[in-house]
Structure formats: C-alpha cells, structure tokens
C-alpha cells in the first residue's frame, strides 16, 4: 500500500517517484490516472506532508508515447 508507506515515513518524505498501471494488460504501464496506483490519493498526501517533488515515470504506453505523456499531463492539471 503505497499511501502506508508514504505516510508511515511521513515528513521525512523528500521527493515521490511513481509509475502507474495496469497488471491485467501489456504492457502494464498506463498514463496517469489510467491504472490501479491511487495517484490523486498519493498527490493530496505529498501535498499534505510538504513533499517537495513528485515524478511520475512512464517507460511504455499503449499507444503514441507523446499522447500518453500529454493525457498524464492533463490528468495532473486536473488535480489542481
């Protein structure tokens, strides 16, 4: 549970470093926000705690590399 990890370490927390998926296709990794990781829950709590940078990393997509980069830019812009 990523969201026990983070705030069990809590404000020792410097930086997250995440990727998002999907364990039932291939390849597994997804946009962001398209896959199981609880992104925005993880995001409100960086933000909570004071995290100074928070990364995403998506090293295949489904589809165009560029769309993919540009729907996890969206999604991000939508949390605020």
């Known amino acids: 549970d990523p969201l026990a990890v983070i705030r069990g370490l809590g404000s020792r927390v410097a930086a997250i ?3 998002d998926f999907d364990s039932s ?3 597994r990794w997804t946009p962001a926000g398209e896959g ?3 992104l925005a829950d ?3 709590l960086g933000n909570e705690l004071g995290v ?3 990364a995403v990393e998506l090293d295949e ?3 165009s590399p560029l769309d993919a980069v540009e729907q996890s830019v ?3 812009n939508a949390l605020g």
């Open 17 to 19: 470093h995440g990727k």
């Open 25 to 27: 296709k291939t390849p």
């Open 36 to 38: 199981e990781m609880p």
């Open 42 to 44: 993880i995001v409100a």
């Open 52 to 54: 100074g940078f928070i």
């Open 61 to 63: 997509s489904p589809g």
């Open 74 to 76: 969206r999604y991000f």
